[in-house]
């Protein structure tokens, strides 16, 4: 009888440290990394440090995301307001995984999520020159978005699943 007893208690309490470890699991993964902030399920980080499109977009991929998609208003919203929390001024130009490199005028997130979104600043995206194919944001008054040359050394920020 005894023995009975202590082999129930013994697996109920594996049930319940496989439960706790379980819930511990889902609890982490429905959670952002330390430094980045949760927008609409997914995770953003600003970067200050100043790097070609390219670049930045590695180092985002390094990280597990890519440079970050914007779907709608509330993102880049809450984008800029992350962005305003880690810098002394209101806002300031930075890197968006948008990009038009492929073809012209055809743009596309580096995330390959749908391009439906668009912040564009009045004339833009103008190509000027035909050398302006990858996504700033904060350009300008309007705080919208500017097509520039990949080459410039921007800030940018990174998104990633959750």
């Not at 800029?80 to 002394?88: D, G, K, P, V, Y």
Request: proline share 3%; charged share 20%.
């Amino acid at each position: 009888m005894k023995m009975r007893t202590v082999a129930a208690l013994l697996c109920a309490m594996m049930a319940l440290t496989r439960a706790a470890v379980k819930s511990h699991l889902v609890k982490r993964a429905t959670s952002c990394p330390s430094g980045w902030s949760e927008v609409n399920g997914r995770c953003f980080q600003y970067f200050p440090t100043a790097m070609t499109w390219a670049k930045a977009e590695k180092n985002c991929q390094s990280l597990g995301g890519n440079l970050a998609s914007v779907h709608n208003l509330f993102e880049y919203r809450e984008i800029q307001r992350m962005m305003a929390t880690t810098l002394s001024i209101k806002s300031k130009e930075a890197w968006l995984g948008g990009t038009d490199a492929q073809e012209d005028g055809v743009w596309l997130w580096s995330d390959s999520s749908l391009f439906s979104y668009q912040n564009w600043c009045p004339g833009e995206p103008s190509n000027w020159r035909g050398s302006q194919h990858c996504l700033q944001m904060n350009f300008g008054e309007g705080k919208c978005w500017d097509d520039v040359g990949c080459s410039v050394l921007l800030p940018f920020v990174c998104s990633k699943k959750i």
